[in-house]
């Protein structure tokens, strides 16, 4: 069973900086896709980035230029580096990670970390 661990946010003034870490664990396996997603209360989760094993990254138009994904030095592991920070960037932010297993792709999710940014 794959875990992911997630570490690093917290609370920042506006135009801040802070670094969410992930570390998947229990696979043998390279994963698929990593990423960051975001929620607030009444809201539905978000696209916030995502990376492949090939580096490949998406992000959300809300993020461009100020936010990058990376793969981190130790296998299946991503990081999410966060810059000019905005109020409106506040949420619980979850790690995703898409695994093959058993001949398919499973998704899975960190129980989230939260991130407050400071007016």
């Known amino acids: 069973q794959v875990q992911l661990v997630e570490s690093g946010g917290g609370l920042v003034q506006a135009g801040g900086s802070l670094r969410l870490s992930c570390a998947a664990s229990g696979s043998i396996f390279r994963y698929n896709t990593m990423g960051w997603y975001r929620q607030v209360p009444g809201k539905q989760r978000e696209l916030v980035a995502t990376?492949?094993?090939?580096?490949?990254?998406n992000y959300a138009n809300s993020v461009k230029d100020r936010f990058t994904i990376s793969n981190g030095n130790a296998i299946n592991t991503v990081y999410l580096q966060m810059n000019s920070l905005k109020p409106e960037d506040t949420a619980v932010y979850y790690c995703n990670a898409v695994f093959p297993t058993g001949g398919r792709l499973t998704n899975y999710w960190g129980q989230g970390t939260q991130v407050t940014v400071s007016s």
């Open positions: 990376i492949t094993t090939g580096a490949s990254t």
